[in-house]
C-alpha cells in the first residue's frame, strides 16, 4: 500500500528536551512538507523540501529543523527553542511540478508540559 | 506574504440543507486553489482549482473559481452528517513547493 507515514501517533515530553517526529512515504513523490496545526486554525507551513539534500523553510520555521537524506524520509526536530511546541504536525508529500494535491500523514500529536 | 481568509469560521445546518463555503485569498504568483476535508486528523483532497469560471463537481459537493476577484467557494448540497468537518482551503504559488492555508470552516451536520 502506498502512503505516508508519521510515528508515533502520540508524543509527550518534558520542556527543554528535542524530539524527533517521523515522516516516510513511499509515493515516490519529490516533495515533503511539515506542517503544524494548532485548535481553531488552519496548518502553517514550518518546513518544506522538493528535492534530496535540500530544503526551504515555511512561515514558521524558528525552533525547528528538518534533513532530507532520503528521498523517502524528512523528520522534524522540535527544539527546546521553540516556543510553544504543543500542537498536531502533518506531514505531507506531493509530485514536484504539479503544484497540486498533497498527500498528508495521519499527525502526531506532541504535547510539551 | 500570501493571505487566505475563509468565512464563516463556523456552521451549523441540518441535514438536506444547503452551504456555501468561502475562500478568499492574495497570493503572488497564483497557480492554484485546493479545498480539503479534515474530519478528525489527515485533511483529504476535494478539488484543484486553476482557471476562472470552470466548475468542477463531485457528487453532491461542487467548487468554482473566481481569479478577478480572488475567491472560490465550495458548495455542499442536501448535507449529511457525514459532511460534518473542517473544510480547508489552501492556495498555492507558482514556487510549487510553498502553499498556505487559510483557518478552515467547522462545518456540522445535525440529524
Known amino acids: 500500500d502506498g502512503g505516508i507515514t508519521q510515528s508515533p501517533k502520540y508524543l509527550f515530553r518534558k520542556e527543554g528536551q528535542n524530539v524527533t517526529l517521523s515522516c516516510e512515504q513511499n509515493l515516490n513523490h519529490d516533495a515533503m512538507y511539515w506542517y503544524r496545526q494548532d485548535p481553531g486554525q488552519g496548518l502553517r507551513l514550518i518546513y518544506y523540501?522538493?528535492?534530496?539534500?535540500?530544503?526551504q523553510k515555511g512561515d514558521i520555521a524558528e525552533g525547528y529543523s528538518v534533513s532530507r537524506e532520503k528521498k523517502e524520509s524528512f523528520p522534524l526536530t522540535v527544539t527546546s527553542a521553540q516556543k510553544n511546541p504543543t500542537a498536531f504536525y502533518l506531514c505531507?508529500?506531493?509530485?514536484?511540478?504539479?503544484?497540486?494535491?498533497?498527500?498528508f500523514g495521519p499527525g502526531t500529536r506532541l504535547t510539551v508540559t | 506574504e500570501d493571505k487566505v481568509v475563509q468565512s464563516p469560521l463556523s456552521l451549523v445546518v441540518h441535514e438536506g440543507d444547503t452551504v456555501t463555503l468561502n475562500c478568499s485569498y492574495e497570493v503572488t504568483n497564483f497557480r492554484s486553489l485546493l479545498w480539503y476535508k479534515q474530519e478528525k486528523k489527515a485533511p483529504t483532497f476535494l478539488f484543484m482549482l486553476?482557471?476562472?469560471?470552470i466548475e468542477k463537481k463531485s457528487g453532491r459537493l461542487s467548487s468554482i473559481l473566481d481569479k478577478k476577484e480572488l475567491f472560490s467557494i465550495l458548495n455542499i448540497t442536501a448535507t449529511q452528517t457525514g459532511d460534518s468537518a473542517v473544510y480547508l482551503c489552501?492556495?498555492?504559488?507558482?514556487?510549487?513547493?510553498?502553499?498556505?492555508f487559510g483557518d478552515g470552516t467547522t462545518l456540522t451536520v445535525k440529524p
Open positions: 505531507a508529500s506531493s509530485i514536484l511540478g504539479l503544484a497540486g494535491e498533497q498527500y
Open positions: 486553476t482557471s476562472s469560471g
Open positions: 523540501s522538493q528535492i534530496v539534500n535540500d530544503f
Open positions: 489552501a492556495v498555492i504559488n507558482t514556487n510549487a513547493g510553498k502553499s498556505t
